[in-house]
């Protein structure tokens, strides 16, 4: 095979894939995922992301296209990152940025639940003040304290890993959290399975 047609052949390679990726699907939704690597999401129009998206470790995740909406459980941790290109991103806290703080107290449903061996819990601070997150078991007995300090406003997330305040292991069963934010109190159930 000549020279020119094994270019040819790569140019026709390449320009398909050009094509396949101005041609992406108009509209992206991204959940359920965990992201450890480096990714690359395209749509034509709107990418969504959660719920339940986390990008963790030395994942990197780009997004491209115009608009980028970032919802329930959206999750970077643990040196994760993320870049929007072509458009804004919505939904997420701007350092500095008033606009972009909760306009009140909201108290996620932890996730995954049920779960085993841990769970995360997210909440959200119109101000800064005092947070207090206790779990509970069914007899309403303290079992962890998880957090009990002053936060600034934001979006905030803990992890349960399933054990007392003794470091101890909990058995199976059904378990409440209590977030206590200034003069508010949310409680939610949540199942342990092992």
Do not use: C
Not at 44 to 68: H, K
Not at 127 to 153: N, T
Not at 158 to 178: F, H, I, M, P, Q
């Amino acid at each position: 095979m000549s020279i020119i047609k094994r270019l040819i052949g790569i140019i026709l390679i390449i320009t398909g894939f050009l094509i396949q990726q101005l041609h992406a699907q108009p509209n992206l939704v991204l959940e359920n995922m965990t992201i450890t690597t480096t990714q690359t999401f395209n749509a034509a129009s709107s990418i969504t992301a959660g719920p339940n998206f986390t990008i963790t470790g030395s994942g990197n995740v780009t997004f491209g296209t115009p608009n980028v909406d970032l919802i329930g459980n959206f999750v970077i941790e643990s040196g994760g990152q993320f870049t929007v290109l072509n458009g804004p991103a919505t939904g997420i806290e701007t350092a500095g940025d008033p606009a972009a703080l909760p306009t009140e107290l909201s108290v996620g449903q932890n996730y995954p639940n049920p779960f085993n061996p841990a769970t995360r819990i997210r909440y959200a601070l119109p101000r800064s003040e005092k947070v207090e997150v206790v779990v509970y078991d069914v007899s309403g007995q303290a079992v962890k304290s998880l957090i009990s300090q002053h936060q600034p406003a934001g979006y905030h997330t803990l992890t349960w890993d399933g054990k007392n305040d003794a470091g101890n292991k909990v058995s199976s069963g059904l378990y409440y959290y209590r977030v206590v934010a200034g003069k508010h109190t949310v409680i939610k159930k949540m199942i342990l399975l092992r």
